[in-house]
């Protein structure tokens, strides 16, 4: 009989388990105390730098004037003597490579003398660039790994910090990572150039209402994020979950979320504590984080912060991901970011609020309490529309992933459709544009209505309804939430898309409506037209009802709107010639860095699926095939011994059993033959189809036979730990 301890000891382990000692002060220091304390604030940079060279840096940060490189210099000396005051030896640039991770490669402040000494030595020109090399990263062909030719450029508006260890600190500087000609080789490049293309065009529209703003016009987004947090002793006796981050077996336990007692429910103490201190630690950082709370999956939870500039959102995001993971093993958790852990149970997204807008104009979504205001967002919405309908495959192809693949279209996510949910309200006033029947749209179905009153513009619902979950991009009052992003994904590349579809289409009403004055109409009378054009032509995108419903994919497709599934349908969207030409016209990426994303997120898809079928079959066949083994051999003994005896023993657990086994020997071969026909055959997207037609439904075929012995075979003898165990067992 197997001994069965890799289950057994990770069961043990948890009964025994002793939370560590919280740190010193842990509960002593006030969280308003802490908050941004290892965080290079305006604050301290006021207080720190020379007010000229205060002033010139302000002017960069909060008006996106180019930064005087003459200031480098002292801005470095500056923040290397506070870095060091907060114990930090060394200096990292912080960067997103394409692989969606956060990169950091670490240099000492400390350098000889020559004496025999060392000094502390950081100047203006390794704060404004280092040379990582970094290049064995993914570039698409964008560059050769045989050259080192990969920098990090210092993104000045967002601000550097410390990050404490156990054993010291070090300072972290928010960079862009590049090639030697400035090829972007990341993420967070695009999303800045994306920034000044929406900056660009929104104040064109904005000139027209007769609005002028020091302050640039900025996305905003509000990063909800979602995760699993199991006992780490089952991540280390589940090779699926310890290596590809979900598993690739299980049952599914009696109970899962379907009594809707795990959301919002009581936090468990052991995880709350966990919470509590990864709220502190993020505290520290100036991370704003504001929400906390289970999700409706057993061991699932959420941490949401509050709004930010959308650039220093991505950069706190990748912040919590990685403080998520560190702090949980002080705990003895794991934290999973994968979108799909779990099959059965809900998975995980990360939903961007969007908004666009300033600090002296409020949100640019907003429905105001004049009728110039409401005019205002009334052109703002309908771009969104537009946006939506003309590039929704975009969207679509910036959340595609081996992992999201598994939890878009399923209950808890929306589906791959990219629609938009008004609410009722708010659609009927649009419809009464696209109608000619203005006066109609006051007399929506609420009696709440706000003010539009300029000339014939007709009032609007002050409330726009409900959120609609099964909606991808939904209007929730005052922003867009955009709900079909993965948990485990870099938000930048979808805040990209969305700045740079918002721009395109701001600057086509800025157009439009520069047309329309010019031929002598007033600017009411333009506004009316422009939103009964974009909804004449782009209100195909516009659902407010279910979108799970079979009825809506039907529905979907009369209009027109692609159902894109899989990652090889969404990801040759990347490349159309319209998104080219999108990229190109407003400087966000040029046909090769588009290319190279287009190459290097297939190749991740096909490294993936490819990792987690090997696996596959390994678990299949080392795993779980030795073990049904064992227990139809106990069986077949014990069959044997009562017909010795002259005893009739009859059950139909062992022809199951037999069945099954056969099943899943069958399934594996045919998982390991088809895996060999697919390695290196064709471009990436001949492989990935492959991957998603082939290989995938015999990886669920494996499955399939396994989960159903898991229900036969004697529970001693099963090795991996059952969902139940996992789920419930903190």
Known sequence: MSSNSARRNAVQAITTYKPEASPLNFYDTKPTDIFGCNVFTDKVMRERLPKDVYKALHKTIEFGER???????????????WAIEKGATHFTHIFYPLTGQTAE???????????????????????????????????????????ARGYTAWDVTSPAYIMENPNGTFLCIPTMFLSWTGVALDKKTPLLRSGQALNREARRVLKLFGIETKLPVVSYAGLEQEYFCIDHNFNFARPDLQVAGRSLFGARPAKGQEFSDQYFGVIPQRVLSYMMEVERELYKLGVPVRTRHNEAAPSQYEIAPLYEVSNLAVDHNHIIMSTLRNVAKRYGLKCLLHEKPFYGVNGSGKHVNYSIGNAELGTLFNPG????????????CAAMIRAVHKFGGLLRATVASASNDHRLGAHEAPPAIMSIFLGDQLTEVFEAFRAGRIDDAANSKSGRVMNVGVDTLPPLPTDPGDRNRTSPIAFTGNRFEFRALGSSQSAAGSITALNAIMADSLGHAADFLEGELARGKDLNAAIQHYVQHVIEEHSAVIFNGDGYSSVWHAEAERRGLPNLRTTPEAMPELIRPEVIDLYERLGILNRAELKARYDIYLEQYCKTVRTEAILTTRIARTIIFPAAMRYQGEL???????KAIGKD???????????????????????????????????????ATRYCEEVLPIMAEVRHYADLLETRVADDLWDLPSYQEILFGK
């Open 67 to 81: 930064m005087d490189p003459g200031i480098a210099d002292t801005v470095a000396a500056v923040m290397k003597d």
């Open 105 to 147: 490669k670490h240099d000492s402040f400390l350098m000889p003398d020559g004496q025999g000494r060392i000094i502390a030595e950081f100047s203006g020109a390794m704060l404004i660039r280092g040379e990582p090399d970094a290049s064995s990263f993914p570039s698409g062909g964008l560059r050769s790994t045989c050259e």
């Open 369 to 380: 309490e004049t009728p110039h205001a409401n005019a205002k967002f009334l052109v703002f």
């Open 636 to 642: 077949a003994e014990t069959a044997a011994r009562m």
């Open 649 to 687: 023993f009859r059950t139909i657990t062992l022809d199951e059993v037999t069945e099954q086994l056969r099943g899943l020997q069958d399934a594996a071969r045919n998982l390991e033959a088809t895996l060999a026909s697919v390695d290196g055959k064709g471009d990436f997207l001949a492989r």
